[in-house]
């Protein structure tokens, strides 16, 4: 079970680090407590995936001192950092001004392009979902009432499915 929880990535919609801790340690735990890794290892993947998420440099911040916006991003570095296959985000541009929602889908794009992890994006935010999915499932009532690409989603002529894209 512990492999298989090792393989997945979680991006919290209110980012859920440490306050105690540093960005940097932050970003090493994961590593620190499920890999045997050499300290200099650890180092160079926590710069690595901070580069990735353009917070380089933020190593010593803690949480307090970080917007919104930079907390998820250092949530996404946490999770990028033990390389798993799926990655899950809750909510990621809840609570994020329109530009810096746009910073966070490219950051999901670009990390599933490059990474080729699979990515299962929970939101509200119809505008981010039909800009960053592939393929979704619109849930109402406990059950899925369309599932498509973001041009089969447009189409649909389920009444639930169109009031939610006549909020965009």
Known sequence: LNEIRLRIGLVFQHAALFDSLTVYENVAFGLVHNRRLPSAEIRRIVRQRLAEVGMEGAEHLYPAQLSGGMQKRVGLARALAMEPAI????????????????????????????????????????????????????????????????????ASEDERVQAFLQAL
């Open 87 to 154: 990655l899950c985000y809750d909510e990621p541009t809840s609570g994020l001004d329109p530009v810096i929602a746009r910073t966070i889908d490219d950051l999901i794009v670009r990390t599933r392009d490059r990474t080729g992890a699979t990515a299962i994006v929970v939101s509200h935010d119809i505008s981010s979902i039909l800009r960053i999915a592939d393929r979704i499932a619109m849930i109402a009532d406990g059950s899925i009432v369309a599932c498509g690409t973001p041009g089969e989603i447009r």
